[in-house]
């Protein structure tokens, strides 16, 4: 075995002189330690770092629908800025290790910081059977995999897309919540009656996607505390 592992570190040794790993932000070459991103990368992020967990931009998107307990970000997803290639690398480029990755990073930071206490369950936000047939995976469910890792705290996904939708992308708020209306079900087995939910997606804007499935949720169990995490958010007020 000991030599079977020393010809694997030569080959990925050589792999790595031949083919680089490169930083997913600005295209520098990786080293050692460093993994998707470079660490000027990651200092520079424009991270959300909101002081309040409890109120903050997410809230007020959402609070119109559902109650929301906790809601947060890592990053600020901001049109032409380097950093959205995170964002559409994990979701369009088949890329669900950087989503993997990020979801990591945040998540030992916000445990840190207490945000996951007293979650009972997590749930991804949903994709179409068809799209994720196409796709090969849903970045939802990559991410709350990697904080259930982290945390513990189990990942069902209880929420069916019961029909597929046209993408979010470059529809205003209001294409985007009738794009967004009556989608998703709540799966029959699923007993949600007091419990803590957190409800996760790789990026919100509106957030017509993520009160759909708040919605759905509070209509079937309307005692259900639901709280939020995305990889990103817009700067929206």
Request: hydrophobic share 40%; proline share 5%.
């Amino acid at each position: 075995m000991g030599a079977i592992n020393t010809i694997r570190s030569w080959a990925d040794d050589l792999l790595s002189i031949l083919f680089p790993p490169l930083c997913e932000v600005c295209g520098s070459r990786l080293v050692h330690g460093e993994l998707h991103i470079c660490l000027h990368c990651t200092a520079t992020m424009p991270r959300c770092k909101f002081d309040d967990y409890t109120f903050n931009t997410i809230h007020k998107r959402l609070m119109r629908h559902v109650p929301i307990e906790r809601a947060t970000a890592g990053f600020y997803y901001i049109r032409g800025n380097r950093f959205t290639n995170l964002i559409q690398s994990a979701k369009y480029r088949n890329r669900p290790r950087l989503a993997q990755y990020l979801a990591t990073l945040f998540a030992n930071e916000m445990s840190a910081d207490s945000f996951f206490d007293g979650i009972d369950l997590i749930i991804p936000v949903p994709m179409h059977i068809r799209k994720k047939r196409s796709r090969g995976y849903n970045q939802a469910e990559i991410i709350a995999d990697a904080i259930t890792d982290i945390t513990a705290i189990p990942t069902r996904p209880l929420l069916i897309a019961s029909r597929s939708h046209d993408t979010q992308t470059r529809k205003n708020a209001l294409e985007r919540w009738k794009n967004s209306r009556n989608i998703y079900t709540i799966d029959p087995s699923a007993d949600l009656s007091g419990k803590h939910i957190l409800i996760v997606d790789d990026v919100i804007t509106t957030g017509s996607t993520l009160s759909a499935c708040c919605e759905t949720i509070h209509n079937h169990f309307p005692d259900t505390t639901i709280s939020i995490f995305t990889l990103a958010a817009t700067e929206l007020g």
